[in-house]
């Protein structure tokens, strides 16, 4: 999980979740980068899904320490965190390797969203 920055004077951002074993990543557009936003998303995600199917799809979550990301517990409960289901994890500072296929992803979508340009479909 992470997010997509749009241009500097823009405060939209896209957040990303890469399902590893089919490589589907989802980008759902955020107004703003914050823990707010991003717990309001996952709950989209959660009510598309259902409890059951998000703890399905999101067995482990791995993102970084941003500030969006402070929420552990909401994070957590959002995507049922619970013994034997999804578990958070947060990457090592500086260490965007850590989720590498992730990154990866962001690479393409800068083909379509170049960094600076912002993040409206309508500019394309």
Do not use: W
């Not at 089919?22 to 598309?48: D, F, I, N, Y």
């Amino acid at each position: 999980m992470d997010t997509v920055e749009g241009a500097r004077e823009d405060s939209a951002c896209l957040l990303t979740l890469l399902h590893r074993p089919s490589r589907l990543q989802l980008a759902l557009p955020l107004e703003e980068k914050t823990a707010g936003c991003v717990a309001g998303a996952l709950e989209g995600v959660r009510a598309v899904l259902g409890a059951d199917g998000t703890r399905r799809v999101f067995r482990a979550v791995l993102t970084d320490n941003g500030p969006e990301f402070s929420d552990e517990v909401a994070i957590a409960a959002l995507l049922g965190e619970g013994r034997g289901e999804t578990r958070l994890f947060y990457c090592d500072p500086r260490r965007s390797d850590q989720k590498g296929a992730c990154e990866r992803n962001h690479v393409e979508i800068r083909k379509l969203l170049p960094k600076g340009r912002g993040l409206r479909f309508d500019r394309l």
